[in-house]
């Protein structure tokens, strides 16, 4: 089914940036779309941005004009620029993508942001 790894999460202050990636192995399956999902405490995994199979994009609204998604065909990976954080952006970020075999996940990496 494949394997997804997510890197780049950390501890930032508001108006901070970061940059996420996720690495997905040869065996994943992504033909439909490469997504970020989020996860705040005690709460479900909120949808954050996609980036389809031919190169359109999807955002949530509260990280529209601050997110930018963007994929490395080549490196089979894909990056989630995460500009002007604020600290409701806190949360645990989860890489997904959807193929013929359905939907894979990776582990989750931990962004905080402080005020």
């Known amino acids: 089914q494949g394997r997804l790894a997510e890197s780049g999460g950390g501890s930032v202050q508001a108006g901070g940036s970061l940059r996420l990636s996720c690495d997905a192995s040869?065996?994943?399956?992504?033909?439909?779309?490469m997504s970020w999902y989020r996860q705040f405490p005690g709460a479900g995994r909120d949808f954050v941005s996609s980036?389809?199979?031919?190169?359109?994009?999807n955002y949530a609204d509260s990280v529209k004009g601050r997110f930018t998604i963007s994929q490395d065909d080549a490196k089979n990976t894909m990056y989630l620029q995460m500009n002007s954080l604020k600290p409701e952006d806190t949360a645990m970020y989860y890489c997904?993508?959807?193929?013929?075999?359905?939907?894979?996940w990776g582990q989750g990496t931990q962004v905080t942001v402080s005020s």
């Open positions: 997904s993508c959807a193929g013929y075999g359905g939907r894979v």
């Open positions: 040869r065996d994943t399956d992504c033909t439909f779309d």
């Open positions: 980036i389809f199979s031919g190169g359109n994009t």
